[in-house]
Each structure stands twice: as structure tokens, then as C-alpha cells.
């Protein structure tokens, strides 16, 4: 059974840093993709991150890029957010996910993503 758990949201203000976790389980997780989505109240759920299996590519959303960085660690089996200068506009729930399938490079589209964690809130206040 493949898990994805995310930890490391709460409340910051802005300006103030976050990392987000997300521990993954049920297979072999260097060999796939992971990424990172949000979804703001009253919003469609947005892409944010993604990192390729080796960790070697990333993509960002315009929105944050240069702000977040995404990162792994394959011998832990986890995936990691760094947010950093955050914004009240970053305020969102946050998934974790992994990808359906083995891929070269990042995908940033949900329907390459199979397997969701159930969310960490981030709020940041102004």
C-alpha cells in the first residue's frame, strides 16, 4: 500500500520561512517523481514544485520560484519544501504527491500524479 504523509505546516508571518516534509512508503520511492501542489480557499488546487526521481531536475510555479526550493533525500524516502519570504498569498493547503509513473525529468500536470498525502496547512499572516 503506497503512503504519502505530509508534516511541517503551520502558521508563520510573512516573510518567515517554512519546511514542509513528505514522507513517502509502499514502493520504491528513488525511482519515481514527487511534487508538490496547494489549494488556497475557494481555489482550484495549483501546482507548485516538482523534482525529477534523482533529484537532479526541478520546475517551480512562477509564483514561487525563487522563493521555494524543492528537494529529496532518496535514502530517507522523503521529499522536502523549503519556503522561504512567504507571502499572505501562500496561504494554502499543501499536498505531497508521487508520481503514477516512472519518468525522466519533472511533470508538472496532476493527472502524472497518483498517490496524495492528505494535506498540511500553511497560513501566513500579514
Known amino acids: 500500500q503506497i503512503q504519502v504523509v505530509e508534516s511541517g505546516g503551520g502558521l508563520v508571518q510573512a516573510g518567515g520561512s517554512l519546511r514542509l516534509s513528505c514522507a513517502a512508503s509502499g514502493r520504491t520511492f528513488s525511482r519515481y517523481g514527487m511534487a508538490w501542489f496547494r489549494q488556497a480557499p475557494g481555489k482550484e488546487r495549483e501546482f507548485v514544485a516538482a523534482i525529477s526521481w534523482s533529484g537532479g531536475s526541478t520546475d517551480y510555479a512562477d509564483s514561487v520560484k525563487g522563493r521555494f526550493t524543492i528537494s529529496r533525500d532518496n535514502a530517507k524516502n522523503t521529499a522536502y519544501l523549503q519556503m522561504n519570504s512567504l507571502k499572505f498569498e501562500d496561504t494554502a493547503v499543501y499536498y505531497c504527491?508521487?508520481?503514477?509513473?516512472?519518468?525522466?525529468?519533472?511533470?508538472?500536470?496532476?493527472?502524472?500524479?497518483?498517490?496524495w498525502g492528505q494535506g498540511t496547512q500553511v497560513t501566513v499572516s500579514s
Open positions: 504527491t508521487q508520481a503514477r509513473e516512472r519518468f525522466g525529468g519533472t511533470r508538472v500536470g496532476e493527472s502524472e500524479y497518483d498517490y
